[in-house]
């Protein structure tokens, strides 16, 4: 793989952080929808349209994938909005965002059993100065509360942060696999957030144009096209930066919930944006600074 390729893999994936900024506040604007039926709608449409997509292009072929590639990007879409949520209902909100936020570090550090990949210094001091602006940004400054009575929403944190590291670098491994078979994916975790809300939830649909159309902006953005540009950033681009970088997500997010009136802007804020923008810079100094060869 060139140098050129890789770059414009890894640019790739960094499009779907700033769509996962968005997810804040689009979700906001969803009204009270219940985050299982909203995580089906979501995928339901993202998944749909991406179906609709591949007929067209007459591509419909490459959905035809093993039932070990369909059990993976499924278990890995969905395992990982399944032990998220169930962190969100069994802890703090803020201590299972925490915990869940050490995904991209452990995605840098995962890297370093894949073929061909070196983890370096640089590399891991960018993704824990993105943690700790993570940290801050979550928690306002004052760090986890580590109820007892939570062990259940911190161990599915926890699940929730193996899993989506686990399956951002494993599907390095599977490079063969093309990138649109995402798209079914999306419609197994469809399926399968749709029996949970069934299950656990009252149903409650988006309220009037505006809630809807928050609705469709996170489908085909942040739980949608995100999903698809990940998968060929991990894939073909440098998976150190991508995990690095995926700590401005939660900043980015914040500074547009500011922006639109759902906070504001503080002097932990501007830490985080600090601490965060550095740990990227750092991880990606091999990209920014190298020289170009003769």
Not at 148 to 153: K, M, P, R, Y
Not at 234 to 252: E, F, M
Request: aromatic share 14%.
């Amino acid at each position: 793989m060139s140098d050129a390729t890789r770059v414009r893999a890894t640019l790739i994936g960094l499009s779907a952080v700033l769509m996962w900024a968005a997810l804040g506040l689009f979700s906001a604007g969803s009204g009270k929808v219940p985050p299982f039926l909203l995580n089906a709608l979501c995928f339901f449409l993202s998944g749909s349209l991406a179906v609709v997509w591949l007929a067209l292009r007459g591509k419909l072929r490459l959905l035809r994938q093993p039932l070990k590639v369909w059990a993976f990007g499924t278990v890995g879409l969905f395992g990982f909005h399944f032990f998220y949520f169930t962190a969100i209902r069994n802890a703090p909100p803020v201590d299972a965002n925490l915990i869940n936020y050490t995904w991209p570090l452990l995605i840098v550090l995962f890297s370093a059993f894949l073929p061909g990949e070196h983890l370096r210094l640089h590399h891991v001091a960018g993704a824990v100065f993105g943690l700790f602006g993570a940290v801050l940004l979550i928690s306002g400054g004052e760090g986890l509360s580590l109820d007892g009575s939570s062990s259940l929403g911190y161990a599915a944190a926890i699940a929730s942060s193996l899993f989506w590291s686990s399956y951002s670098v494993i599907s390095r491994r599977l490079g063969a696999v093309p990138t649109e078979a995402v798209a079914g994916f999306c419609l197994m975790t469809a399926f399968l957030s749709l029996v949970c809300h069934l299950a656990l939830e009252e149903t409650v649909l988006p309220a009037g144009f505006y809630e809807w159309l928050s609705v469709v902006a996170l489908g085909l953005f942040p739980v949608g096209l995100a999903f698809f540009t990940w998968d060929i950033g991990v894939k073909r681009g440098d998976i150190q930066i991508l995990g690095a970088a995926a700590y401005s997500a939660p900043l980015l997010s914040t500074l547009l919930l500011i922006a639109f009136g759902y906070g504001t802007f503080t002097l932990t804020v501007s830490f985080a944006c600090l601490a965060i923008t550095f740990g990227a810079v750092i991880a990606a100094k091999d990209m920014i600074f190298s020289r170009k060869k003769a």
